[in-house]
């Protein structure tokens, strides 16, 4: 197959963990007779650097000529980073939300879920671990206080500042659809997280899931409000399969979700528009402290190359075949320094490696199956 991906390396750990992603990706299209063209696209703080702006129309142009795109990760050390003193709409992330609303990318799937061998790596009790959880954050993209209006004035003499959060009902209705339709393929229950208690936009949005559901009977429909979800993902994650929320409220529980699995360095993300097209990176960020160093864990990154091989290119056996070598590498005790037991656990038997490291054996572990 002849596919042509679009890849923004970034900013921070970005580079990093690409060149691992990129790795196994060759080592997939040599052993299953793909051809993999990589178009390098600028974006973030690097685009800033050699452009002026975080996305120039030209990086846009070539998204959308690309039959998907594999992203790192953007943003610096806002303390430190000169892109920090640029406005807010020249900022690196700028750009992202730029390329989200340029090529609709509305749905975003965050999976989360407790790998078997990382339970030790996981901060939450045994007792609520149990058999291990497994949920997908279904996060509106393109809309609501990320996309709203917003100002920074002054009145009567004194600084003021608003953004606003905005729904239409077709906006709400498309990513409903979407969360319906992924939990049919699940364990059928959508957890619809909202703020209707005190929030407009929330009171709509629930009246509209609650009709998209009439469409899906097979699927249990539960309102959750914000706080109290970011409490129940502490208390019984197990109780979780599709989340389906709006733009901020996802961007925060996807994060507490992530880091209730162990790491946020195994977990991988895809957007999508209506099309087969997406975006795939992973869900963690450009973690500036840690970049160069050679230590940040790639698995994201390239489980991401999966999903994009599943689900924009349709080859599935690829796909299963890089998760099966990533549970090898772990199952062998293979470990990023993210990933290590907590402290007072068993550490037998495992190795703590590098990134590079990390990226040849999962490459390996493909070759030998
Ligand atoms: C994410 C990130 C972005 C977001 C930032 C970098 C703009 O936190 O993808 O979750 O808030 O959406
Ligand atoms: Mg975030």
């Not at 299963?320 to 005790?333: C, H, M, P, S, Y």
Request: hydrophobic letters at 40%; aromatic letters at 6%.
């Amino acid at each position: 197959m002849n596919c042509n991906i679009g890849v923004i390396r970034g900013d921070g750990i970005g580079p990093e963990i690409i060149t691992e992603a990129l790795k196994v990706l060759d080592t997939i299209a040599g052993r299953y007779d793909h051809n993999f063209n990589y178009d390098e696209i600028l974006m973030g703080g690097c685009s800033i650097d050699a452009t002026g702006v975080p996305l120039t129309d030209g990086a846009i142009a070539q998204a959308k000529a690309a039959d998907a795109v594999l992203m790192g990760s953007i943003g610096g050390d806002a303390k430190t980073s000169t892109w920090y003193k640029l406005p807010a709409d020249k900022r690196p992330e700028a750009g992202l939300l730029g390329l989200r609303k340029a090529l609709n990318l509305f749905a975003n799937l965050r999976p989360a879920y407790l790998f078997p061998q990382l339970k030790a790596a996981c901060p939450l009790r045994e007792d609520i671990i149990g058999d291990g959880f497994d949920m997908l954050i279904m996060r509106e993209l393109t809309g609501g206080l990320y996309f709203g209006k917003r100002e920074t004035t002054e009145v009567d003499g004194k600084r003021l500042a608003y953004d606003t959060l905005t729904y239409n009902e077709d906006e709400i209705r498309r990513i409903a659809i979407k969360s319906f339709e992924i939990a049919m393929m699940r364990n059928k229950k959508v957890t619809s997280v909202d703020k209707a208690n005190v929030l407009d936009s929330s009171r709509l949005w629930r009246a509209v899931v609650e009709e998209v559901a009439t469409d899906f009977p097979q699927v249990t429909l539960e309102h959750m409000l914000v706080d109290n979800a970011a409490m129940q993902l502490v208390k019984d994650p197990k109780q979780f399969d599709v989340i389906l929320t709006e733009n901020m409220f996802g961007d925060i529980l996807s994060d507490e979700a992530s880091m209730v699995t162990g790491s946020i360095g195994m977990l991988s993300s895809a957007s999508f528009n209506e099309s087969k097209f997406g975006l795939y990176e992973p869900s963690g960020g450009s973690a500036p402290d840690i970049a160069g160093k050679g230590i940040a864990n790639p698995i994201a990154t390239i489980l991401s190359a999966g999903m994009m091989l599943r689900y924009s290119f349709g080859l599935e056996l690829e796909a299963d075949v890089i998760e099966k070598a990533i549970n090898n590498v772990l199952d062998r005790g293979f470990r990023t320094i993210d990933i290590m037991p907590m402290p007072g656990e068993d550490t037998s038997n495992i190795t703590q490696v590098g990134t590079v490291d990390m990226g040849d054996l999962i490459c390996r572990a493909i070759d030998t199956f």
